[in-house]
Each structure stands twice: as C-alpha cells, then as structure tokens.
C-alpha cells in the first residue's frame, strides 16, 4: 500500500512524462557540468517532491541540487529561519544569521562565474 503522505521519493514508477523529463535534463547537466564544488558526491540519487513536482539530486548529506536555468546549483535551507533557495536569493543583510552564513558562503563561486 503507497504512503499517500509521502512527500518525497526515489520511486521512478511515481514520476510522470514531466518528472522524467527534468530528472534527464537534472543528468544531462551533471554529466556536461558536473556537481557543485560544494555538493558531497557520496551517495547522490535523483529525489522528487510530490508536492511541488520539484526534481533535484540529494545525497548521504542531504544536501540538495536543481537545475537554475542551464545550470545546476546547490539549493539551500537556512536551519534557522527555513527560508529555501538558490544562493543568489538568501540576503547578505538579512537579520537571520544562517541566511546571512549561505549568502556570504563561498564567494569565491561568484568570483569564478559558477
């Protein structure tokens, strides 16, 4: 019997035309591009949300990397506030202190042009 409140999963038979779809571009961008320098390769795996239809790469770690725009990124979750996103969209100013850490993390990636 499926967990009707399963909100994500590696289960292929789950993912429709369009989940297939991103999870092949989500490959096709790891294999031309490669994973984040700030993405652990240990136990990486194709995820979905079935909520929100999203198709990421996680791992052992769980960190977590989409596609934004032709480019795979690390996708971030601030543990203090919760906020979600992509690193360009986490406040370098913002009161929250882990918002802050994720914003001003790695700066070097926007020197590089990553």
Do not use: H
């Not at 979905?48 to 770690?61: A, D, K, P, Q, R």
């Not at 506030?81 to 406040?91: A, D, L, Q, S």
């Amino acid at each position: 019997m499926a967990d009707i409140d399963e909100i994500t999963t590696t289960d292929l038979s789950k993912f429709g035309y369009r989940e297939i779809k991103l999870m092949r571009e989500l490959i096709d961008a790891w294999m031309d591009q490669g994973l984040p320098d700030d993405f652990e390769d240990e136990g990486v795996q194709v995820m979905m949300n079935t909520n929100s239809g999203n198709v990421f790469l996680t791992n052992s770690e769980y960190q977590v990397v989409m596609m934004n725009g032709d480019k795979l990124k690390s996708f971030y979750n601030c543990p203090e506030c919760g906020r979600e996103g992509f690193k360009k969209e986490f406040e370098k100013d913002s009161d929250c202190e882990g918002c802050r850490e994720i914003a001003g993390a790695d700066e070097e990636d926007e020197e590089r042009g990553s």
